[in-house]
């Protein structure tokens, strides 16, 4: 017997991708974090949420975020609690 396949699901399986985390320095020597990879309908809220979260600056174009400030060692936690599994969140 087949097991009944939702097309949703099979499609939300391969549009995953992975969610790059890392640090580089900006202007002046200042110090950004920079998260690739989430899906663009959901940049400009998962920008707002990780903003609150870290009491921090930011801006969010193109499928990339970009917050002030060195966040590397708590966003994996932020992002697993907003619904990401931390699978696919790689921290550099």
């Known amino acids: 017997m087949i097991k009944d396949l939702c097309a949703c699901e099979i499609l939300d399986k391969e549009e ?3 969610i790059r985390v890392y640090v580089t320095k ?10 690739e990879g989430i899906d663009k309908n959901r940049v400009a809220e998962a920008a ?10 930011g801006s969010s174009k193109g499928g990339v ?3 002030q400030g060195n966040h590397k ?3 994996r936690e932020i992002l697993v609690r907003m ?5 696919i969140i790689e921290v550099e």
């Open 73 to 75: 060692r708590k966003v």
């Open 26 to 35: 900006k202007k002046f020597r200042k110090l950004v974090t920079v998260i």
């Open 48 to 57: 707002k949420s990780l903003k609150n979260a870290f009491a921090c600056g």
């Open 16 to 18: 995953v991708r992975k």
């Open 65 to 67: 975020i970009v917050l």
């Open 83 to 87: 619904g990401y599994p931390g699978e």
